[in-house]
T-cell receptor, first 114, second 113 residues
Framework: DAGVTQSPTHLIKTRGQHVTLRCSPI?????VSWYQQVLGQGPQFIFQ???????GRGNFPDRFSARQFPNYSSELNVNALLLGDSALYLC?????????????FGPGTRLTVT | AQSVAQPEDQVNVAEGNPLTVKCTYS??????LFWYVQYPNRGLQFLLK??????LVKGSYGFEAEFNKSQTSFHLKKPSALVSDSALYFC???????????FGTGTRLTVIP
């Protein structure tokens, strides 16, 4: 079975631009979460979606938004990019919603903002 | 509020020796604890989890972790380290009703041949 896939792998953007990152979960998984991992730190939770509805939001500004599609894939959008948004963005999927279900991570999208 | 502490940024161990990567946590309710491993330029791979039941949890690649409620710890262990175990290890916690993982800052494990 294919794991979680993310696109693109790498991305370079300029301050003020916007970016869209994409994620396809493991087949059969209905929940998708997004995390930001800044170099040298652990991943930080941004959003979680389940059945196309937002079920959790971390401490990130409104410049960050996301959505989940009927096929359970997801997009993360970031507007008005700042240098501090440079990070590895990780998508994770789980079969169901809930704290007991392990999340499976994709390889990430490395975003560089210049 | 939930938090995770990984007190060691770096752990070095000789190949064949036992390894321990430490993790302590703080949650307001029942803890749900996870260990993930990250190889260079890769996403995180799930190793094991504690939900309830036996305090010793066995996971992938020969790893295990011991849950200690009184010490609020969840240390990762392996009886005999391999060079291929060298990677960045993250402890994470979730709590009842939460929909997200809260990660520690990670511990870089280096296994010396």
């Amino acid at each position: 079975d294919a794991g979680v896939t993310q696109s693109p792998t790498h991305l370079i953007k300029t301050r003020g631009q916007h970016v869209t990152l994409r994620c396809s979960p493991i087949s059969g998984h209905k929940s998708v979460s997004w995390y930001q991992q800044v170099l040298g730190q652990g991943p930080q939770f941004i959003f979680q979606y389940y059945e196309k509805e937002e079920r959790g939001r971390g401490n990130f500004p409104d410049r960050f938004s996301a959505r989940q599609f009927p096929n359970y894939s997801s997009e993360l959008n970031v507007n008005a990019l700042l240098l501090g948004d440079s990070a590895l963005y990780l998508c994770a999927s789980s079969f169901f919603l809930g704290e007991a279900y392990e999340q499976y991570f994709g390889p990430g999208t490395r975003l560089t903002v210049t | 509020a939930q938090s995770v502490a990984q007190p060691e940024d770096q752990v070095n161990v000789a190949e064949g020796n036992p390894l321990t990567v430490k993790c302590t946590y703080s949650v307001s309710g029942n803890p749900y604890l996870f260990w993930y491993v990250q190889y260079p330029n890769r996403g995180l791979q799930f190793l094991l989890k504690y939900i309830t039941g036996d305090n010793l949890v066995k996971g992938s690649y020969g790893f295990e972790a011991e849950f200690n409620k009184s010490q609020t710890s969840f240390h990762l262990k392996k009886p005999s380290a391999l060079v291929s175990d060298s990677a960045l290890y993250f402890c994470a916690v979730s709590e009842t009703g939460a929909n997200n993982l809260f990660f520690g800052t990670g511990t870089r494990l280096t296994v010396i041949p």
